[in-house]
DNA sequence: TAGAATCTTGTATGAGCGTACAAAATTCTT
DNA sequence: AAGAATTTTGTACGCTCATACAAGATTCTA
């Protein structure tokens, strides 16, 4: 096939943009509003256009959630690798859990219905487990050397339920802020590690934390 | 009307039957799967009877909730009335919060998919509101007299928000067990109050801690 | 027991949705 | 530019589901 070059270019170009609107339509109508034609209306396209490119919804809806993983994946890689001690790391993972804008009530309603479909469709609940392990990899990476395995694991734990559990409350209740569930996040992590262990996290690799410098600075 | 006695008798049971009957379709199928004739078949009537006795799906649906929430809260209360420290207090309150035999993934599933209704339909955001004032106001009669109202409303967030969360996680990725998810709410519990008050919690009321008492029994 | 009130059944209707597909429009090849 | 390959459109089919309703079965009343 001499064409497949060119075919392939406008066929991955319009999965993509098609995945795009399924994305904002997921985000204002939550999984059930996410129809078929709506997707194409949000694209500008024609509603048959989605049975073209995709086997079926389901490919587009994997699509959406893989593509919103890896949104929220890369904004928390980026601040990772900029962090210059373990507490910045720590502060770029809990505050990329809660993107700036999107901590919406809509946003983790759409979120929630992605978890209830998970309980019953095994691919939405590997693609949520995925998730999950990267941020517990994340955690573990800031605790490494400091934590034992079964303490790291309980602290991922508790950490990504407090995460989760602040998401749920919002579209439950839509009475926290941003800021308030971060802040909140941060006194359930403080009250799991030690003061020294929080001063050991506050001080860049190298220097070590010297206690009557930070009392008298 | 002479009959109104009777009448409301049948009409009585068949909705509770119907409801009793749409719980246990809703634990087993989610929301989604919690269709009319799903209910009628299980309730063992035929496939009309729910307009009869219903103005519409809506109104089994909201019933159906109410029954969950109200066989969940008898459990509690009956169990806060018998515990004779605030310590025993507060178990019975995290442990209500995971039923025996109910910590399981298809209900846990089912239970997301109601956050995320409410989300999007504001009769659901009440009744779950509903639930977690409950869930506050029974957590600030353990901590009472001792957390003034900042750090009651903090600690009852992180307490709420650590059970959905651990709920959620049950949902996805089902890989915890019911003591597990206890220990790790109690772990979280641990370290939002400091030893002291935790020893005061274990005390009946009255009975002070007498710490050499508690230190050499 | 006859007739009325109530309860129950089974089915029909219509809306919403995913998908398939024929035809039209566009782009590419030679 | 003509014909082929492709992309896009609009529509139609089939399915599931909530709801309405007519007709049958049951219970109550007098």
Known sequence: MATQGKRTRIEDIRRVELIAAAHRVFLEHGLQGMT????CREAGMSP??????FKGKDEVLFGMVRYNNRLLMEDVIARLNAAPTNWARLEAIVEGNFPAQAFTRAIASAWMSVCAEAGVNEQYARLQRLFH?????????????MFDAARLHEASLIIAALIDGLWLRKAVADDIGRDEAIM???????????????????????REPKQARRRRP
Chains 1, 2 share one sequence.
């Open 48 to 53: 048959g256009i989605l049975a073209y490119y």
């Open 133 to 145: 392990r990267r941020l517990r990899s994340n955690l573990a990476s800031v605790f490494d050397g």
């Open 36 to 39: 078929s034609a709506r997707i």
């Open 184 to 206: 909140l996040v941060f006194r359930g992590i403080r009250s799991l590690v030690s003061d020294k262990e929080e001063q050991q996290l506050r001080y860049p690799p190298g």
